[in-house]
């Protein structure tokens, strides 16, 4: 370095600080919550994993109040509505044995662990893993517990099937709106005889009265299903196919999606498959040409201000995936809309 004067300066201020000497009183109020002493924090590798390393309240689930939780993560590990390849009941515990997720969003300004009160409260106790319409009779019924107590949901799955059963319980006031990201509209009829199926939750939650179309956009549409979605076209949702989004569109997508949604309540539904396979193969129905991780978090980060009052991260199977890119892109989504919930 050959000004002196700088060298000097930052040898002052530096030589003899540790690592959890921070200065800035942004970055110092997120280190304070992570470091113990000087520059002792918790080892990632280490102690029993939780989603986005959250406390572990399996308890709140036992209290009418939840424990007076604002935001709690859960898992939903129930995969019996795939129409292909299953395995997202392990969606849940592969996202809480991502490490390095967190605590801080660069671009939000966030560290959401220190900004609510937020826990991991385990799995959504369910009676039966054979029986997909009691499964989702469980989930509708935990949910509206919850939802009642005044906690704001963010959950891990399990198949899409699971957002129709969330949203009879987030939506049960007042409809809400929603911004989906995936491949599929996931807006398709009953099939074989069963209602509940990872290819028609939203058509579901429309004809319930819990989720208003109008008032919903679906981002990253693709493949060869497309057929199958008519009822988003007919109920007024837009949809956004992926072949309309790259760096130059996506500011416009934000500016539209914030409009639609407005400033009511909404939803926030992300389905890994909207993400290429090249980055996450590790899902029961990929489909090629999906959007790069970095377009997710860019899209997911310019909703910033909105009225978001659940969400959910869903069809991660991580079986498919021997690298565990899938889960870790899935698990820094999650974080992303806390950051936005709080």
């Known amino acids: 370095m050959t000004d002196k ?4 300066a930052l040898r002052k201020k530096y030589a003899a600080a540790s690592g ?32 986005l390393d959250a406390p572990c309240r399996l308890d709140a689930q036992e209290l009418e ?13 129930m995969d019996l509505g795939v129409t292909n390849r299953n395995g997202s009941r392990f969606g849940p515990r592969a996202l809480r044995t991502m490490e390095r997720i ?9 560290a959401p662990l220190s900004r609510a009160r937020i826990a991991d409260i385990g799995d959504v106790p369910m009676q039966s893993r054979y029986d997909l319409a009691q499964c989702h009779a469980d989930i509708e019924a935990f949910y509206k517990r919850l939802v009642k107590a005044g906690v704001r949901p963010l959950s891990v799955g399990g198949d899409h099937s699971i957002s129709s059963s969330i ?13 989906h990201i995936d491949a599929h509209c996931d807006t398709a009829g009953p099939y074989e005889g069963a209602k509940f199926q990872h290819g028609g939750p939203f058509r579901l939650a429309v004809l319930d009265g819990v989720l208003d179309p109008r008032r919903t956009i679906q981002i990253g549409i693709r493949g060869g299903a497309e057929y199958l979605w008519e009822f988003s076209y007919e109920s007024g949702m837009t949809v956004i196919h992926a072949e309309e989004i790259g760096e130059a569109s996506l500011p416009g997508i934000i500016a539209r999606a914030r409009q639609i949604v407005g400033d009511g309540p909404t939803y926030i539904s992300f389905d890994i498959d909207s993400v290429d396979p ?6 029961g129905t990929p489909e090629v040409g999906g959007l790069q991780p970095r377009e997710v978090l860019q ?6 201000g909105l009225n978001i009052v659940g969400g959910d991260v869903v069809e991660v199977a991580p079986q498919y995936d021997s690298t565990t890119n899938t889960a870790h892109i ?5 974080h992303t809309i806390l950051c936005l919930m709080v």
Do not use: N
């Open 5 to 8: 004067a700088h060298l000097e």
């Open 20 to 51: 959890g000497d921070i200065f800035d009183p942004h970055f110092r109020e997120v280190a304070q919550a992570q470091f113990t002493g000087s520059d002792r924090r918790k080892w990632p590798f280490a102690g029993i994993p939780t989603l």
């Open 65 to 77: 109040d939840f424990g007076g939780l604002d935001i709690a993560l859960i898992g939903v590990p």
């Open 102 to 110: 967190g605590p801080y969003d660069h671009v939000l300004r966030c």
């Open 167 to 179: 949203l009879k319980a987030v939506g049960e006031r007042e409809p809400v709106g929603m911004i």
């Open 278 to 283: 090249g980055f996450a193969p590790g899902t």
């Open 299 to 304: 899209l997911l980060r310019g909703l910033q």
């Open 330 to 334: 899935a698990a820094q989504v999650l």
